[in-house]
């Protein structure tokens, strides 16, 4: 008797997903689509933090600004295109090609400049630079300001999906989010990943032994971003509507709190956290006005009792069922 | 698989044997119900209520079943609540809205998914020019009307030099926008605050006093006027410069404001003491209701819940039927508490605009009187950007 | 140039930074010596605006509301600190920033429940409410300059507690040497729970000063924690005199920006770009002088020694 109820969990979970859009249009339930397909998205964000967070130990409290610049390029691009005729601005490759080397260079300049101080310095510094993007969003009223922008049409993707249909739309996002998982997967893996690991656990041996560490954590930094850059731009297609307040500092605080809810450092821990947080977030609010009563308590508890959160109670209950499988296979054998 | 078919066949031999049983009226109303503007929400739930209460729960035959969303003051959150509003619980009308940046958020929600969607309050300019929509009809106002009517206003007091205050989102422009159309002094000095953050007007207040303008102007809705009333007061400015004002002293306002606010002047289409039969009505029954004076949000969500309860009855409470619901709005023939009115072609109401003043009634209770008509059947500017005619 | 609103400004700019400071005082200690990163210090700020409203309404008295409100606010972050936070102290940042930031969901909550969702006034008594002629012709808004004394007295009360008291001279230690002070034979336990109920008593004096300025309401403390966490980062963390020129630095920047950013910008731009950019860059400007200040020392201004 071998097997385990983690893997089991998961893949049930990576099915269910999967299945989704199949079950919500049975039943006429066409909202549910809408809201896993958020799941989904966030999961990607989470994932990308993941990088950073769970395998870097970098506390990056900025990383929604992320999601804003792919979000932006998709509410810029498509009232250009609309507005300006500018066609190929409402392309969703050039998006998310735009999305990539703007994330890419923000990762870029904030890393260089955040992975000189560590500890809370680093926590605030991330923090002061995405409120910085925040601001410049809201100033900027050529794109809506503070009031941001609503989509005139989703990214259009020379015909090969129409993801004006919410169905398509969420399969392009449950690709992307294995395509990041696979990414992710191969990293950590990876000898660059081992030195990312390795400068999260003991920073100074590394830098001893003459690695770079700098240089390889703000590779991680940007890629990091790059990733959540690509979710930003499903996010914005998700919405239809663009304002900065996705990149506001409490955004950045829900995507650590989903991370670390479902278990730092593991591959499908950021897509376990992703879904359970807005499941609460959707279903505590169902039952009760004063859900966050609930929510706040239960994330002080997950913090201090359960450490690995979901996915660390799902190890747990691993090792339970495997002790509790030898010892039958003892008692048969 | 065999019960659905079961259950849909005896769905549709319901359908057939108790045709006059008609379909629920589904309404979603979106507003802010929690934080600092929630008493707004509160307000205009409980003149949905009345609204209600006056058509004895039901809109022709048909019962109505009311969805009431808080939008947390978040355009994406009120994005969001009306997403579920129409894709799960399936309403035939969404309205509510008091932000006209929650409305823009999420207008492409909900027009052109299926059901109607009419403001109760904000009235930001794209939707009444070219965003007009045949499935979008106003229960309010434009956003820059009332200001126009208070340029007029300022005009005829002879004011030379204005400055003006707003916050900066969707109205605040919109506001801006409007007095600036048709004030003929200098505008001296503008500032536009973040909002809903920026509460603490000291820095502008101290510009204020060293512009020296005649007159000031300002539009701070809900609790935001609450505060700069106060603090125009505290700093010293009251009394030495003029403060008028749009959209920012109400009838939840100024029981708090009291003397801060008495005598102020506003512009505004609609006041408690508008003198005809379904506005007495109206405001007696809400004050018996809640023992406070119904805002204009009150009052135009009163109306919201008639022009809906219009569209049903015209079709004998066959939802399916859009056109005809439309067509009945369009006519605009419902009691309304701003008496008769018409629609433009941009689905805006033409109406009047009144000065009305902050005074103490009988029994000493603070509300709003008119002074004088501005406008009379006024149309607001942007309805020559609308390509829509009927 | 206009010379008395610059000096109005400024004023405006001193009042701010004050209310800074009363914030990051207690926190930039908790943070010092128990090492703890306290989101929820924003909600001890709302929790002394919601006391003083609730006391000055039975007492009908401002000043009494205001004067049970701080002990109030000490007792209540006392036992935050020995029921929720305690078991924290071992643990890393993040751990610490969202069991943080769990905490300022449940009080939001919280709040809602006892004091409903709509938000309360605290009304001011008449001589505080108008404005009083100061020099060259300034007027200024009396309740403001309560609230700059008021904030003057405490920095003072507080210089004299840290430099010339037992206590001081545990906290002084604690910031710089955690270790060194259990060993000393300290109670360690007790030291941290007065120390965090004394920051507790600074965030709830800040708020019921704020309280009638701006609007005693859920969430009232969000916006401001984050703007204290970047004063007490450009101070450096635990040191108090850091925290004090900081809020200052940031108060007056905050300020006085907000005021002469759109004249400035008006001499580049058009009034219409500069009117509307204007909010948003004033508001950036401190979390451009934290990077700033960050990427020069990334220590702070005032890093205690020892760290």
């Not at chain 1, 966050?292 to 359960?306: D, H, K, R, W």
């Amino acid at each position: 008797m071998k097997g385990s109820p983690r893997i089991l969990f998961i893949v049930i979970l990576m099915l269910g997903l999967a299945v989704v859009p199949l079950l919500a249009d049975y039943f006429d339930e066409p909202f549910y689509t809408v809201m896993f397909s958020r799941m989904l998205i966030l999961s990607i964000g989470a994932v990308s933090l993941n990088l950073i967070l769970g395998f870097g130990g970098m506390v990056s409290f900025g990383h929604a600004v992320y999601l804003g610049i792919g979000s932006y390029m998709v509410g810029i691009g498509t009232l250009h295109a609309v507005e300006d005729g500018i066609d190929w601005m409402a392309n969703g490759f050039i998006q998310i090609a735009l999305a990539i080397v703007f994330s890419a260079i923000t990762g870029l300049v904030i890393g260089a400049i955040s992975l000189r101080t560590r500890g809370v310095y680093f926590i605030m510094i991330t923090l002061a630079f995405s409120q910085m993007l925040y601001f410049v969003a809201v100033g900027n009223e050529k794109y809506g300001g503070d009031d941001g922008l609503s989509l005139y049409m989703r990214s259009d993707f020379n015909g090969l999906i129409n993801i004006a249909n919410d169905n398509s739309l969420y399969y392009l996002n449950f690709v992307i989010l294995l395509f990041s998982l696979y990414i992710s997967h191969r990293i950590i893996n990876s000898r660059f990943g081992m030195m990312i690991r390795g400068a999260k656990s003991n920073e100074q041996r590394m830098r001893a032994i003459g690695f770079p560490v700098f240089r390889y954590q703000l590779v991680a930094f940007v890629i990091a971003g790059t990733l959540c850059g690509i979710a930003g731009v499903l996010s914005a297609n998700q919405t239809e509507f663009v304002n900065p307040s996705v990149m506001h500092w409490t955004h950045s605080g829900d995507l650590i709190i989903m991370t670390v809810l479902g278990g730092l450092g593991t591959l499908f821990g950021p897509v376990i956290g992703a879904v359970a947080f807005l499941f609460l977030e959707e279903f505590l609010s169902e039952i009760t006005e004063y859900w966050q009563l609930i929510f706040g308590p239960m994330l002080v508890l997950v913090v201090i009792f359960a450490r690995g959160g979901i996915d660390g109670m799902l190890v747990g209950l691993d090792k339970w069922w495997h002790k509790l499988s030898s010892h039958s296979e003892k008692e048969t054998g | 698989m065999k019960f659905r078919l079961l259950g849909a066949l005896s769905l549709g031999a319901m359908l057939i044997t108790q045709v006059a049983v008609a379909e629920t009226v589904k309404i979603g109303f979106v507003t802010t119900l929690t934080g600092g503007a929630g008493a707004i929400g509160n307000d205009m739930r409980d003149a949905v209520e009345l609204a209600l209460d006056h058509l004895g729960r039901k809109m022709g035959n048909s019962d109505v079943q009311m969805f009431y969303e808080d939008d947390t003051f978040k355009p994406a959150v009120g994005k969001q609540k009306t997403e579920k509003l129409v894709k799960k619980d399936k309403v035939h009308f969404v309205t509510g809205y008091i932000w006209s940046h929650v409305l823009m958020a999420s207008r492409n929600s909900a027009v052109g998914k299926g059901p109607f969607m009419i403001t109760s309050n904000a009235g930001p300019g794209p939707v009444a020019g070219k965003l007009c929509h045949e499935d979008f009809f106003s229960a309010s106002w434009q956003n820059d009307q009332t200001t126009m009517a208070m340029g007029e206003v300022l005009n005829q007091l002879g004011i030379k030099n204005l400055y003006i205050m707003a916050p900066n989102y969707a109205a605040g422009k919109g506001m801006v926008a409007g007095v600036t159309r048709t004030f003929k002094g200098n505008i001296v000095g503008k500032d536009m605050t973040k909002f809903p953050a920026q509460l603490d007007f000291s820095a502008e207040l101290a510009k204020i006093r060293a512009a020296k303008p005649d007159a000031v102007f300002v539009f701070y809705p809900g609790k935001h006027g609450m505060q700069f009333f106060k603090q125009y007061s505290q700093a010293g400015l009251k009394g030495s410069i003029p403060l008028y004002s749009a959209f920012t002293v109400d009838s939840l306002s100024l029981p708090r404001m009291k003397d801060l606010a008495e005598d102020s002047l506003m512009t505004m289409f609609w006041a408690p003491d508008l003198d005809n039969a379904v506005n007495k009505r109206f405001v007696a029954d809400y004050r018996k209701k809640t023992g406070r004076y119904p805002t204009f949000y009150a009052a135009q969500s009163y109306d919201t819940i008639m022009l809906i309860n219009s569209a049903v009855t015209a079709v004998g409470g066959d939802l399916s039927n859009k056109d005809g619901m439309r067509d009945a709005m369009r006519k605009a023939n419902f009691p309304s508490v701003r008496g008769a009115f018409k629609y433009g072609n941009n689905h805006f109401p033409i109406q009047n605009f009144y000065l009305r003043k902050a005074v103490k009634d009988v029994d000493g209770n603070y509300t709003t009187s008119i002074v004088k008509t501005v406008y009379t059947n006024h149309q607001d500017p942007y309805a020559k950007d609308c390509k829509m005619s009927w | 140039m206009n010379w008395i609103l610059l000096l109005e400004q400024t004023l405006n700019g001193f009042q701010f930074g004050i209310l800074l400071f009363l914030l990051a005082a207690g926190l930039t200690l908790i943070f010092g010596i128990m090492d703890l990163i306290n989101l929820a210090h924003g909600s001890l700020y709302m929790m002394g605006a919601y006391f003083a409203a609730t006391f000055t309404s039975w007492t009908d008295s401002f000043l009494l509301g205001a004067l049970l409100a701080v002990p109030a606010s000490m007792i209540f972050g006392m036992l935050v600190e020995m029921i929720a936070l305690r078991t924290l102290y071992t643990r890393n940042h993040l751990d610490q920033v969202l069991a943080t930031f769990g905490l300022i969901l449940f009080f939001n909550e919280f709040v809602r429940l006892i004091w409903g969702p709509i938000g309360l006034d605290i009304p001011l008594p008449e001589v505080l409410n108008g404005s009083v002629d100061l020099f060259f012709g300034i007027r200024y808004p009396a309740f403001r300059l309560v609230i700059i004394a008021v904030g003057i007295l405490v920095a003072f009360l507080l210089y004299l507690l840290v430099s010339r008291t037992k206590l001081g001279m545990l906290i002084r230690a604690g910031a710089s040497n955690r270790q060194m002070v259990s060993a000393l034979g300290v109670n360690i336990n007790f030291l941290y729970t007065l120390v965090f109920g004394l920051g507790a008593a600074l965030a709830g004096l800040a708020g019921l000063m704020a309280g009638p300025i701006m609007t005693v309401e859920i969430g009232m403390g969000e916006g401001i924690l984050i703007i204290t966490l970047v004063v007490i980062v450009i101070g450096g963390v635990g040191s108090i005199k850091g925290a004090f020129v900081a809020a200052l630095l940031v108060g007056l920047i905050d300020t006085v920006g907000r005021s002469f950013l759109p004249d400035i910008l008006g001499l580049f731009f058009s009034n219409d770009v500069a009117d509307t950019a204007a909010p948003a860059i004033s508001s950036m400007l401190i979390y451009l002088l934290m990077a700033l200040i960050l990427a020069i020392r990334p220590q702070g201004l005032f890093p205690p020694k020892g760290a």
